[in-house]
């Protein structure tokens, strides 16, 4: 159908041009040039930051995944944060004591980042589903305590380098190579970047083809119907949550086993935390559909790298005005979404009263 | 149409004629020549069931839909609004049943809220609201804090908000039905109050008690129209409910029985709670058989829904619920749905529609675990999609495409995809709760005709209906429900419109064993 | 409803995205404030002196931790000792500074980007950028590094790279032994702003110089945060925390709480005549409101300016700095700071416990 092509195409580029509007006077307002701006913003990336960017968009894209399962049956998971800062630790701790031989070691890693994500999630699952906790207040107050419980597991338990503290580096045995499209001093797409692709597709498998997917998507769109028509909510929300906690787990092992990637251990400087919140927003960007999600995550991923070429290029912005832009993009494509979505909907009637005059109705009441 | 604006009655000033109001949504007409002739100075009841095109019709008056024929007169002139601020300008007011309060606000800002320009803020605001609530008995404080009002006071605040705009002309929509009785006696006595100053009420409800004791003039709505007038002081409760629910009964249906003798659903001691441990449904024992239709007649809000959906097991109630034969206590919502029952819920854009989704994504609803909607654990969408042309085809779904979002369809066909929905994986029981409410007449046929082949193919049906043509039409038998307990059977084919109305009000004293003195006999009055 | 959760959810996304911002925005807001205060002895206030050296010198890139210049503490000294170093060596330089939360392949691409273009050295501020300079220093083995408290986390050493540390220990046990012979109450207290081995190091050593003063001295220790590193920039905090202490009887108290300090030189404003606090990093003293400055006793200094320009200097003679140096009490990298003159009458007794650990007393680096 053609406006269902229109809309998707329309709102986001509406959005983008309005955030470029918006952004650029900022930079105006701020006293820089917005079209040097622009021009270090948006020129090709050297090698070695294209592949930052995919290797950035692939952990966005795991965590705009992680919100958006939540988001799809109108759970909002806004401790995607914690969940992967702990899920995080739990597998550098258990990667690093090198437990079991090279591959064998990072599968069970991941098994068990996902297991600690979904444990994380779990809590305000239950604490919804047997109390009416609000999962936003539960989630956010649990991202607070995961910063809180690895630091003390770290500054208790963690290996000592110099004033700081870590979990033991990572053998060089559990360390994937990666995938060097370019010159070795290029760096590499990380091997676990995969887990984007693989996470990504059977997102898109579950929810649309499969009859948990359908009882999810109904339990969003509609929870009174989904009750009706026989889903028992209460478990959605705790398997929904402990999912997206599962995905939420993976954000961060591309990096952590990742041998181009500086620190292989978690600590407080080498663990990169604010991705849940940058999820969230890309969840929200690509309207919770895997592709969407995907396009975001490059696009957000392409910002804050590029952001870190202004410095260099004399523009005299604070590279954070990416946020500003990020910010801006996530608004207006909310309300572009929004306008676009009454066309349709407006579209959508016009064709169905033309297609019962067509059928020449002539079952109007008579008094 | 065009009759011409009535000359102004003993006190003109205030009076209110709608002459001719027609408004149609897509596919339905919610009012069709809405013919009502308010008085001035006088409380001006407006009842009939819910979806009988009552509260378009109140927000055409309010302003918030315009019609898209006929005329409303206010004190002699035609007006034309094209918002509420419209409507207030010449003096309509109009209190929601859902209170639109502020609670951390006290009564005199709530009051001057968005009318700051009449009166200020301040003082003069003050004893304004002061003057108002004197004159009319309202015993409001204006610095109370609206969170320690209790309901008859907010809603007197909401009356006050109204007054204090210079309202002339009251639309009160179901003020009593959140009021528990003394609050309904204080209110009655601030409208009487309200009416002497000249005031103009229009009071809509539903229960014929409060109307009969506080209307001087009755107008009932059914199926979007008015169907007639009363008077209250010679009007009874029952003239009153056969009017809104249809007096003219239809010959009875000559079709041959099809009821067999096999119990398909059979109910025993099923009560259920509310919060408060309150009776929402008491000792029901009911039985419906393989080919039977059962009709449950009552008036809205009597656990009819309750029943449903206990029978559904989306409320948990206590009791036996036998289908064919098995005890289906402990099978949950879906489980019950797998073994066959079919559902048609009231309320189909709550309950029975996934709105932003495409039609064929509808017809997998509630039947996500049956063929041919899936093969194992996926959906298969092929068979889905065929299946729902199929439907589409059958049940007359008037849509441009099966990838059509619901929303998008008008009530009576999203209606008959929910029908044909149900119908399809050979259901033994529907339960269909008011099915053709809000929906056209040529669907409504449709849908009658659907659920009488079914029935002719062994369905057994439970049927809750508040129109009395669809219940003694398509009905074998009739139970009657009313506070939460099934009061009376009735064999549609002999029974008399008095008998269901004095039934479903309590007149009855068989079978009822509370409140038996403070009704009054409906059958002495009758006729 | 579903309209509603969305725009909740939207500004909710919005709201910790500005949030992220606004954060930006205070610390730089402060940068120009301090800047203009601060710089007494710095020639012009906002504009960095790498805006206008054109020297023919060592072009020396600063690479600043989250802040920036204008922290009055950590960045602001590392920019002392640059600004030293282009007066003195006709130096040309850049800085960069981190955006909060930036993943640690921003730090290596602002490091690369300065090597680059040929800056050398180029000095990491702070122990976050230990990591990156590791990642990077081999790819350019001609050009030198140095990270401020930094370390080699792993076991290449890099011939390139220089790690310079510091005995805050030492610092601390000479206020903490001024703080003993100060208080009338035989009562003091500590205030650390994140309970890290970092921060234990100067509670160790006040709490052994005060002890080394009066063996029975009650010493009062609190931690603003457990392991959130927003215990470094929360003046209500540490306030709070400074307040219960005076409350409870102490007289003098110290903090090392970078940013949160503020709020313990206000409570001991509030607290009246006879309350003491002691500064921590740079001379406090100098950048403190004018109502503050009586009730500040003294700072523990750390002279990270000395670290940065012996770096600098060291390129200049041809004798890089490499691999770990300390800079302690006998090398001048730690002291305390006299301004106010409020321990002029003690100095003699400060020196003396100075040449003791000059002389090899050794202090303890944990409590």
């Not at chain 1, 107050?141 to 690895?150: G, K, P």
């Not at chain 2, 803020?121 to 009319?136: F, H, L, M, P, T």
Request: aromatic fraction near 6%.
């Amino acid at each position: 159908m053609m406006p269902k092509l229109v809309s998707g195409v329309l709102a986001p580029v509406m959005a983008l041009l309005a955030a470029i509007v918006i952004t650029s006077g900022v930079v105006v307002f701020v006293g820089a040039s917005p079209v040097d701006f622009w021009e270090v913003m948006l020129s090709w990336p050297s090698n070695r930051n294209v592949l930052t960017v995919l290797n950035q968009a692939s952990m966005i894209f795991l965590s705009g995944t992680a919100a958006a399962i939540g988001f799809r049956m109108n759970l909002f998971n806004i401790g995607v944060e914690g969940q992967y800062r702990v899920a995080s630790y739990v597998a550098a701790v258990f990667a690093g004591g090198a437990f079991l031989p090279g591959a064998l070691n990072i599968v069970a890693s991941i098994v068990l980042a996902m297991l600690a994500g979904a444990a994380w999630a779990a809590i305000p699952a239950v604490l919804k589903v047997t109390r009416g906790v609000s999962e936003v207040i539960s989630t956010i107050m649990l991202n607070a305590i995961a910063v809180f419980l690895t630091g003390y597991l770290l500054s208790n338990y963690g290996e000592k380098a110099a004033d700081t503290r870590r979990t033991t580096p990572l053998e060089d045995s559990t360390m994937l190579g990666g995938f060097k499209l370019f010159e070795d001093k290029d760096g590499a797409v990380w091997t676990l970047s995969l887990l984007a692709v693989v996470v990504g597709f059977l997102f898109w498998f579950i929810i649309n083809r499969t009859r948990f997917g359908f009882d999810l998507r109904a339990t969003g769109m509609n929870e009174s119907a989904a009750v009706a028509s026989g889903v028992s909510v209460k478990r959605m929300v705790v398997t929904a949550m402990m999912l997206s906690g599962a995905v939420a787990g993976l954000i961060w092992l591309p990096n952590l086993f990742a041998e181009t990637a500086s620190g292989n251990y978690f600590s407080s400087s080498v663990f990169q935390s604010g991705l849940g919140f940058t999820g969230i927003a890309v969840a929200l960007l690509g309207r919770n559909n895997p592709v969407g999600i995907a396009l975001g995550s490059l696009l957000f991923a392409f910002l804050g790298v590029q952001s870190t070429q202004l410095e260099f290029a004399g523009v005299d912005v604070s590279n954070d005005v990416v946020l500003v832009t990020q910010g801006v993009i996530v608004l207006t494509i909310v309300i572009a979404y929004e306008v676009v979505g009454r066309w349709r909907a407006a579209a959508d009637q016009r064709a169905v009263r033309a297609a019962l005059d067509a059928n020449a109705n002539k079952q109007e009441v008579a008094a | 149409m065009a009759t011409a604006p009535q000359g102004s009655t003993a006190d003109g000033g205030n009076s209110v004629s709608v002459q001719g109001i027609t408004k149609r949504f897509p596919g339905v007409v919610a009012n069709h020549d809405v013919d009502i002739t308010i008085r001035g100075g006088t409380v001006h009841a407006l009842i009939g069931e819910n979806g009988a095109g009552k509260s378009t019709l109140m927000k055409i008056l309010y302003g918030v839909q315009k019609p898209d024929e006929g005329t409303i007169t206010v004190a002699g002139q035609q007006v034309s609004f094209s918002s509420p601020t419209d409507a207030i300008k010449v003096g309509i007011g109009m209190v929601f049943q859902h209170f639109m309060l502020a609670d951390n606000l006290t009564v005199l800002e709530n009051v001057v809220l968005g009318a700051e320009k009449l009166h200020g803020i301040g003082d003069k605001a003050r004893a304004e609201i002061v003057r108002i609530s004197d004159a009319y008995g309202f015993d409001l404080d204006p610095d109370d804090l609206v969170e320690r009002l209790g309901v008859g006071q907010r809603q007197r605040v909401e009356i006050l908000k109204v007054l204090f705009r210079g309202a002339k002309i009251i639309i009160l929509d179901e003020p009593t039905a959140v009021l528990v009785p003394q609050e309904v006696d204080a209110l009655f006595a601030n409208l009487r109050e309200l009416r002497a100053s000249g005031h103009t009420i229009l009071f809509i409800s539903h229960k014929l008690d409060e109307v009969l004791a506080i209307a001087d003039d009755i107008t009932v709505m059914r199926r979007g129209t008015t169907v007639g007038e009363a008077d209250p002081k010679t009007a009874t409760k029952l003239e009153l409910a056969e009017l809104m629910v249809g007096s003219e009964l239809p010959s009875p249906e000559t079709e041959e029985s099809t009821v067999t003798d096999v119990v398909l659903l059979e109910l025993s001691d099923v009560s259920l709670l509310d919060d408060r441990g309150r009776h929402l449904l008491r000792d029901i024992d009911l039985t419906i058989h393989k080919g039977e239709v059962l009709g449950i007649a009552g008036v809205e809000g009597n656990g009819q829904a309750e029943l449903v959906e206990t029978i559904m097991a989306m409320r948990k109630g206590t009791g036996t619920v036998r289908l064919a034969g098995n005890d289906i206590a402990k099978a949950n919502t879906r489980e019950r749905r797998e073994l066959g029952i079919g559902f048609v819920p009231e309320d189909r854009h709550r309950h029975g529609l996934l709105l932003d989704a495409p039609l064929w994504e509808n017809r997998v609803l509630g039947h996500q675990t049956r063929e041919p909607n899936i093969t194992g654990p996926l959906i298969n969408r092929r068979d889905a999609r065929k299946d729902t042309q199929r439907i589409i085809d059958a049940y007359d779904v008037r849509t441009p495409s099966m990838d059509t979002h619901a929303r998008a369809l008008s009530g009576g066909n999203q209606q008959k995809l929910i029908v044909g929905r149900e119908m399809s994986g050979d259901p033994v029981l529907l339960i269909a709760a008011h099915p053709t409410r809000g929906v056209d007449v040529g669907a409504q046929a449709a849908i009658w005709d659907h659920i009488k082949r079914a029935r002719r193919e062994g369905l057994a049906v439970l049927l809750i209906s508040a129109d009395l043509d669809e219940l003694i039409g398509l009905s074998d038998r009739i139970e009657v429900i009313l506070r939460g307990r099934l009061v009376g059977e009735f064999d549609p084919r002999t029974v008399t419109p008095q008998d269901l109305g004095s039934a479903m009000t309590g007149g009855q004293d068989a079978e009822t064993k509370d409140e038996t003195t403070s009704t009054s006999n409906g059958e002495g009055a009758a006729s | 409803m579903r309209r509603l959760t969305k725009i909740a959810a939207t500004s909710a996304v919005l709201a910790l995205a500005f949030a992220g911002c606004s954060k930006q925005d205070d610390s730089s807001e402060g940068t120009d404030a301090s800047a203009s205060e601060s710089t007494s002895e710095t020639a012009d206030s906002g504009a960095s002196v790498c805006e206008s050296a054109d020297g023919d010198g060592p072009k020396v890139g600063l690479a600043y931790d989250v802040g920036g210049r204008g922290d009055q503490s950590f960045n602001d000294s590392a920019y002392a000792g640059l600004e030293k170093a282009v007066d003195e060596f006709d130096a040309t330089c850049f800085e960069g500074e981190a955006a909060d939360g930036e993943p640690e392949s921003a730090r290596e691409e602002r490091l690369r980007g300065m090597a680059d273009q040929g800056y050398n050295p180029i000095v990491g501020v702070g122990f976050a950028y230990s990591e990156a300079v590791n990642a990077v220093a081999p790819d350019y083995p001609d050009i030198n590094f140095g990270v401020i408290d930094g370390f080699d986390p792993d076991d290449e050493a890099n011939d390139n790279v220089a790690y310079l540390g510091f005995a805050e220990n030492e610092g601390s046990y000479l206020v903490g032994a001024a703080a003993a012979l100060k208080t009338q109450t035989d009562h003091i207290g500590f205030v650390g702003g994140v309970n890290s081995d970092l921060i234990k190091k100067f509670e160790a050593g006040y709490v052994a110089g005060a002890k080394a003063v009066n063996k029975d001295i009650k010493v009062d220790i609190t931690y603003i945060e457990e392991s959130d590193l927003a215990g470094f920039a929360d003046p209500a905090g540490g306030k709070a925390a400074a307040s219960a202490m005076y409350d409870k009887g102490a007289d003098i108290v110290y903090h090392a709480s970078g940013g949160s300090g503020a709020g313990v030189f206000e409570a001991a404003t509030e607290a009246g005549d006879g309350m003491w606090a002691i500064g921590v990093d740079s001379d406090q003293y100098l950048t403190a409101p004018a109502e503050q400055q009586p009730h500040i006793l003294t700072s523990m200094l750390k002279r990270v300016d000395v670290a940065t320009y012996d770096m600098i200097k060291s390129i200049v003679d041809g004798k890089p700095v490499v691999s770990y140096v300390t800079y302690d009490l006998a090398s001048d990298g730690v002291g305390y700071a006299t301004s106010g003159g409020f321990v002029d009458d003690i100095s003699g007794d400060l020196d003396g416990y100075a040449d003791e650990i000059k002389g090899g007393l050794e202090v303890p680096v944990a409590p």
